[in-house]
């Protein structure tokens, strides 16, 4: 009976959106499929499949057949699984791997949730291979034509018939436009959202009885299941990843560094297809595996391309830095085969099916912890993991506490040592030991900050693959330099621009308005109280002085410290309080100094009045 009803509700969620499926789980009122199908268009991407996604009892079958092979699968996996406890890690990847679609994925998350499975699982994880038997040609010209609605021999001059490469959800042609433009054309394969959806919801009914039966203890697998549910949506949806290479062609483009994004031609984009400017140089799997092996030949001719293997790994781990912490959004998986060195050298990124993000506050809290470490602040960097944690437990922490800072403290010494191996100098050594640590203590870190740590653990352990020699510590330290050093000259900029000098006189010339009555009354009438009264309240005259020379020293001290905090602690100690405090005045802080020191300066009048 439960296959039964699993088979059903398979049924309705692959013809049917995903938020009609969660209305059905909730028992209210919905419109009957089978007429929802009559007013849906084709999903995108399904040509292939689409007379069996309108067919209910082929549909039907495709789950039974599908949800059998994979339970057949996962009965191997499991006694598997229970008798090779030194293979755990390869038997679990290899298992989702012949799952496929939807386990993949699933794998992937897991990979980057180095807080609910130990290292060596991460790791082996990291390494799923995404591979799918290429769609023939002519579907994947009949997907093309019918998403953007014209024939093939309008759209390009060229195209390529055979793939350049097949993965799980879609593979990619190379194509030329009628400009001439070179181009690739990623195309998802015919019906792969029936699989996907299939597997989606067979995995929250594993999801739901492993947590029933207790066998996820410590996991929430139903935040994991709602993770991978969002992350299958958007890569089914190929309009997010043409938007993220949009995004980051433009960003990438605007900085300093020499790295580049492959352009987008949005008039051949849709749901189920998206054309990109096809970046040529060489592969980073190709540079690193000449390394490996010694290929001095080879290196030398890349070198007088401007492509070197120290000059690359600087590049990547400036780059890495800069995304996540100068533009906030970064590619997040910057493996060997997404990264491509063009001539001259410049660094090349494809494949933005995986993109990170950090709003303000994960930002703040990321740049701090990173910056600590860099600067070898032991006790800052500790708080700063803390405050990347999701919700504390109520519990002593002390323990915790110096084990991370004992952490910290030999990672460091560790970078200053010459000789010392890779995996104890990188930061993967470092964060992998550290989510240990918080694994055996029951702490989590949100996936956003995972997939942070995982960008910059994968390019780090290639710099150091390229450049054994790399000061990272060094190259960080030079970053957040640079980082201060620009958000001083974006500050002053602004401080300096035509709209603040004028704003910052208007401001000044509205408080003049009130300042003659308040001069008068300070310059003639108070002096002339305190001599009226000289005899009976001789003191009283010395205590004011007294007081204004106090307030005299406050304003001076109040306006140097305002021009001293934008001017010289931003660059200088931009995490410190002093800068926090002034620069939370904005752009008023002229204004501020100002009126500081001109308070100073009444004072003064009044001193030498009274004296």
Request: hydrophobic share 45%.
């Amino acid at each position: 009976m439960p296959f039964v009803v699993g088979a059903s509700l398979a049924f309705v969620d692959t013809v049917c959106p995903f938020d009609t499926f969660n209305v059905l789980i909730d028992n209210r009122p919905t419109p009957d499929p089978s007429a929802a199908l009559a007013t849906l268009p084709p999903l995108p991407g399904e040509l292939h499949y689409a007379r069996l996604d309108r067919n209910p009892m082929k549909l039907l079958l495709l789950y039974i057949s599908r949800t059998g092979l994979t339970a057949a699968r996962t009965w191997v996996f499991l006694v598997s699984f229970a008798f090779r406890r030194a293979a755990r890690p390869r038997i679990l990847r290899r298992y989702l791997e012949r799952c496929g679609a939807g386990f993949v994925k699933l794998g992937q998350v897991l990979a980057m949730r180095h807080d609910f499975l130990p290292a060596e699982y991460c790791q082996e994880l990291m390494g799923l291979l995404d591979q799918l038997p290429s769609s023939p040609a002519a579907e994947i010209v009949a997907t093309i034509e019918a998403e953007l609605g014209r024939p093939i021999g309008e759209l390009f001059a060229e195209f390529d018939a055979a793939p350049l490469s097949s993965a799980s959800v879609a593979q990619v042609h190379a194509a030329v436009l009628h400009s001439g433009e070179q181009v690739v054309v990623k195309v998802k394969h015919p019906g792969i959202d029936a699989r996907y959806r299939i597997d989606l919801l067979n995995l929250r009914i594993m999801a739901w009885l492993g947590s029933l039966l207790g066998i996820f203890r410590g996991i929430d697998a139903g935040a994991v299941a709602r993770e991978l549910e969002r992350i299958i949506l958007e890569e089914l949806d190929f309009r997010h990843e043409a938007r993220n290479i949009y995004v980051l062609h433009e960003l990438l483009k605007s900085d300093q560094v020499d790295h580049y994004g492959p352009a987008l031609h949005r008039q051949f984009c849709g749901a189920s297809v998206i054309t990109m400017e096809r970046l040529r140089g060489v592969w980073m799997r190709e540079i690193l595996t000449a390394s490996d092996q010694g290929d001095e030949e080879r290196l030398r001719q890349w070198s007088a391309q401007g492509i070197t293997r120290a000059r690359t790994a600087r590049l990547l781990l400036r780059s890495t830095l800069e995304q996540c912490f100068s533009h906030r959004i970064f590619h997040a998986d910057p493996h060997a085969g997404n990264l491509i060195l063009m001539e001259g050298g410049t660094l090349g990124y494809v494949d933005f099916g995986t993109i990170g993000w950090l709003d303000e506050k994960l930002w703040s809290e990321q740049f701090a912890m990173n910056q600590a470490i860099a600067t070898g602040q032991i006790h800052r960097a500790y708080e700063s993991i803390l405050d990347t944690l999701e919700p504390l437990p109520d519990t002593d922490l002390s323990g915790f506490e110096m084990e991370v800072k004992t952490l910290l403290m030999d990672w460091l010494f560790a970078t200053k040592v010459p000789g010392t191996p890779i995996q104890e100098r990188s930061s993967a050594g470092l964060f992998l030991r550290l989510f240990d640590l918080l694994r055996r203590q029951g702490l989590n870190m949100s996936l956003p900050s995972l997939r942070l740590c995982r960008a910059l653990m994968i390019s780090d352990i290639i710099s150091l693959r390229l450049d054994p020699n790399l000061d990272r510590l060094k190259e960080l330290q030079d970053y957040f330099d640079d980082q201060a050093r620009r958000d001083f000259e974006h500050v002053l900029a602004q401080q300096l621009s035509w709209n603040a000098v004028c704003a910052t006189t208007a401001g000044i010339a509205r408080m003049m308005q009130t300042v003659p009555d308040a001069v008068a009354f300070l310059r003639k009438r108070l002096p002339q109280f305190g001599r009226q009264y000289e005899k009976a309240v001789g003191g009283f005259e010395r205590a004011s002085l007294m007081a204004l020379g106090n307030l005299r020293t406050l304003a001076v001290l109040v306006a140097l410290a305002i021009a001293g905090g934008r001017l010289f602690a931003l660059r200088v100690w931009p995490g410190s309080w002093w800068a926090r405090a002034t620069g939370s005045l904005g752009d008023s802080w002229w204004l501020a100094a100002g009126a500081s020191a001109l308070i100073a300066l009444m004072l003064a009048r009044m001193i030498r009045k009274f004296r």
